[in-house]
T-cell receptor, first 118, second 113 residues
Framework: AQKITQTQPGMFVQEKEAVTLDCTYD???????LFWYKQPSSGEMIFLIY??????QNATEGRYSLNFQKARKSANLVISASQLGDSAMYFC???????????????FGKGTLLTVNP | EPEVTQTPSHQVTQMGQEVILRCVPI?????FYWYRQILGQKVEFLVS????????KSEIFDDQFSVERPDGSNFTLKIRSTKLEDSAMYFC???????????FGPGTRLTVL
């Protein structure tokens, strides 16, 4: 079974600074994908970034980058130049990629509440 | 940009009543999912659906739950006899293929009294 651990219940960052949100995962399957989603106070889930287990380079999407360290089983999200609108809950999630047609569910961590201070 | 839609946004029901939560996935997507999030907790998988049948379900998805794709566009989650502990945000999600990210709808907040 897959497991996602987010050890930071809450994080604070000053506007315009960078912040790293931690995520570690556990699986015995070699083929998986890692995702980060943002959940603002309005409640919707917004996809941010994806990293495949076989990807050679760390994923980047605008101000978001994923610090993928496969040997350590970590997939930390880095947000550069934080903005007030980045204040939200952030969830790390994982999915197996080769499961014979099933088991494509996302397994989520408990989330980190990020607060950006002006 | 196409998006997943869900109705209603908020549903209040009495314990023991049946509820149906509705979702319209993105039109060219093939895989559909329901997740739930109890207030302040993590998002939990309920069920996945592909090719008009359930492909996987969690232990939460017991006999009180069912899913259906009654036509080419809607995807529904039915809870036959709601319990207090069913109070949660229910998210529908869809994706085109197994290598693609899942797009989530805005959620339905279910309150069971």
């Amino acid at each position: 079974a897959q497991k996602i651990t987010q050890t930071q219940p809450g994080m604070f960052v000053q506007e315009k600074e960078a912040v790293t949100l931690d995520c570690t995962y556990d699986t015995s399957d070699p083929s998986y994908g890692l995702f980060w989603y943002k959940q603002p106070s309005s409640g919707e889930m917004i996809f941010l970034i994806y990293q495949g287990s076989y990807d050679q380079q760390n994923a980047t999407e605008g101000r978001y980058s994923l610090n993928f360290q496969k040997a350590r089983k970590s997939a930390n999200l880095v947000i550069s130049a934080s903005q007030l609108g980045d204040s939200a809950m952030y969830f790390c999630a994982m999915r197996l990629l080769n499961s014979g047609g099933s088991n494509y569910k996302l397994t989520f961590g408990k989330g980190t509440l990020l607060t950006v201070n002006p | 940009e196409p998006e997943v839609t869900q109705t209603p946004s908020h549903q209040v029901t009495q314990m023991g009543q049946e509820v149906i939560l509705r979702c319209v996935p993105i039109s060219n997507h093939l895989y559909f999912y329901w997740y739930r999030q109890i207030l302040g907790q993590k998002v939990e998988f309920l069920v996945s659906f592909y090719n008009n049948e359930i492909s996987e379900k969690s232990e939460i998805f017991d006999d009180q739950f069912s899913v259906e794709r009654p036509d080419g566009s809607n995807f529904t989650l039915k809870i036959r006899s709601t319990k207090l502990e069913d109070s949660a945000m229910y998210f529908c999600a869809s994706n085109r293929g197994t290598y693609n990210e899942q797009f989530f709808g805005p959620g339905t907040r279910l309150t069971v009294l």
